[in-house]
């Protein structure tokens, strides 16, 4: 299978920005330039605040740029289980807040005139098949009571050539071209006197007065305030992980003409669920962004199977649709309570701050970060704080038995050690990489398009565990925290900083 790009890399390349390559001293130091890390930048640049973003590779490069952007107020998980989880208040406060972000895209947008495709429009959640509409009316009275006065049932979504029955709608949703959007905020915190680097990786973070952060070459921002927003946090290493699981989607782009679909978001209630929008491309077509056939990471290897059952579900349902113009998976961070963990780290490192757990609602939640940080790192108060504390423990027995089914998972994966595996890597195929035993140690060997065999050790670099083979994106996934490598074994994204070690001989 040839790798995989999202459909905003294909239709946009990003400017990059330069390497770190000076000691710097700032207000705040935010690591990771992605949705969340871009949006505290902005809103502290505006804050009167100087401020330097660091991020590993570019700008949008990380799981930002592997969105299917949709900007909605109706969570992903649904504000019935949420107030279940956490009670009205808490639900509302999510209405409130997830609101408030899609708000504040739109004010960004026309603050800096930025040409991202964005636009306002409905959203539909429909019963997956076998699913009882009483689901719905149970999400609509929940909505309700959470504040969403505007929510009604109506008899259909509005696709033409397949009746899904009643549906839900949610008006004022929202969806925009995210690296457009992403880069635009970028000039707009360079104009407000931010700095971005890229191609700066961070090797470690010192909270204190100031706080510290130290890049591999060995460069160090001293500054008054840390953020961290590498979607999974790399200043927890442990209480945060321990309250969230990841889990990869899968998205296909097929393109379709010019009108032929109702310009609106899309969601069916089942378990995974799907979620579909329109991205406009040309005069004469869009592309159908269609996601969902979620699983655990790296508890399988069968991306290829998963990308052609979501296009067929598409297509029974859009039969206009065309050829399929990309493909791409994501990583989605699910907390254990449904909301994100925005506010000081839980370790209780002095000045250092955490954006993560995106639980499907990265854009909304990231753009979340940058309102409520802005607000607590400029010492105000602020009725979402406690909402999405990450010293937070939910007591609710739901959340608690998820947490305990996560942790024993991570459990079962340390057992990798002493699994046969794999032992002939004559065997595997070029372009494919594959775990293989030797002796005591199990070794990530991947070959390349050439034929040469390149091996690494398969120990994940944050908490051991035994990464395993992505043939769809040539990368080796960790299954209990999420950390992803190149095929070589660089790293791609946290928790794990570092590069998986040399292979023993």
């Known amino acids: 299978m040839p790798p995989t790009t999202s459909l905003w890399h294909q239709t946009f390349d990003v400017p990059s920005r330069p390497k770190l390559t000076t000691d710097l001293t700032t207000d705040v130091c935010v690591i990771g330039a992605g949705i969340a890390g871009l949006s505290v930048a902005w809103a502290l640049a505006r804050a009167g605040k100087r401020v330097v973003v660091l991020e590993m590779d570019q700008i949008g490069s990380g799981e930002s740029g592997r969105t299917t952007a949709h900007l909605a107020n109706e969570l992903d998980d649904r504000y019935l289980a949420l107030e279940k989880a956490r009670g009205e208040e808490d639900a509302r406060y999510a209405l409130e807040s997830h609101s408030a972000a899609i708000n504040r895209i739109e004010e960004t947008i026309r603050a800096i005139g930025i040409d991202c495709d964005y636009d306002r429009l409905d959203g539909y959640l429909f019963c997956a098949p076998g699913d009882d509409v009483k689901l719905l009316d149970d999400e609509l009275a929940a909505a309700r009571r959470a504040g969403f006065a505007d929510a009604s049932r109506v008899e259909r979504a509005p696709i033409r050539a397949f009746d899904t029955g009643p549906a839900l709608r949610f008006p004022n949703q929202g969806r925009f071209h995210v690296l457009k959007y992403l880069v635009g905020v970028a000039e707009g915190i360079e104009r407000a006197g931010g700095t971005i680097h890229g191609n700066t990786k961070v090797e470690s973070i010192e909270g204190g007065t100031p706080a510290k952060v130290k890049t591999a070459d060995g460069r160090t921002v001293t500054a008054t305030d840390v953020v961290v927003c590498?979607?999974?946090?790399?200043?927890?290493?442990?209480?945060?992980?321990?309250?969230?699981?990841?889990?990869?989607?899968?998205?296909?782009?097929?393109?379709?003409?010019?009108?032929?679909?109702?310009?609106?978001?899309?969601?069916?209630?089942?378990?995974?669920?799907?979620?579909?929008?329109l991205q406009p491309l040309d005069d004469a077509s869009d592309a159908l962004i269609v996601g969902g056939e979620d699983f655990k990471t790296a508890h399988e290897d069968d991306a290829g199977e998963r990308f052609e059952r979501l296009e067929r579900w598409a297509r029974e349902r859009w039969p206009i649709a065309g050829d399929r113009l990309t493909q791409w998976t994501g990583q989605v961070f699910e907390p254990n309570d449904y909301l994100a963990y925005i506010g000081p780290n839980p370790d209780g490192s002095p000045h250092v701050w955490l954006a993560t757990g995106d639980s499907g609602m990265g854009m909304t939640h990231g753009t979340i970060a940058g309102i409520l940080l802005e607000a607590l790192i400029t010492g105000k108060e602020h009725p979402w704080a406690k909402l999405y504390d990450p010293k937070r423990i939910t007591l609710h027995p739901r959340e608690l038995a998820e947490v305990a089914k996560e942790n024993a998972d991570v459990a079962v994966q340390l057992t990798d050690y002493v699994t046969p595996g794999e032992t002939d890597v004559a065997s595997i195929p070029r372009g494919e990489g594959r775990v293989v035993r030797r002796g005591l140690h199990k070794i990530a060997a991947y070959r390349d398009d050439e034929g040469k065999l390149h091996e690494r050790s398969a120990v994940c670099t944050h908490l051991r565990c035994i990464v395993g083979s992505n043939t769809a994106e040539k990368s080796w996934d960790c299954p209990c925290h999420g950390s992803r490598f190149d095929a070589y074994g660089k790293v791609m994204g946290g928790p794990a900083i570092e590069d998986l070690g040399e292979a023993p001989k």
């Open 230 to 277: 590498t979607n999974a946090p790399i200043s927890d290493m442990v209480v945060t992980h321990a309250k969230q699981a990841p889990y990869r989607t899968i998205v296909v782009a097929l393109r379709v003409p010019k009108g032929g679909v109702t310009d609106a978001l899309y969601w069916d209630t089942g378990d995974p669920y799907h979620y579909v929008r």
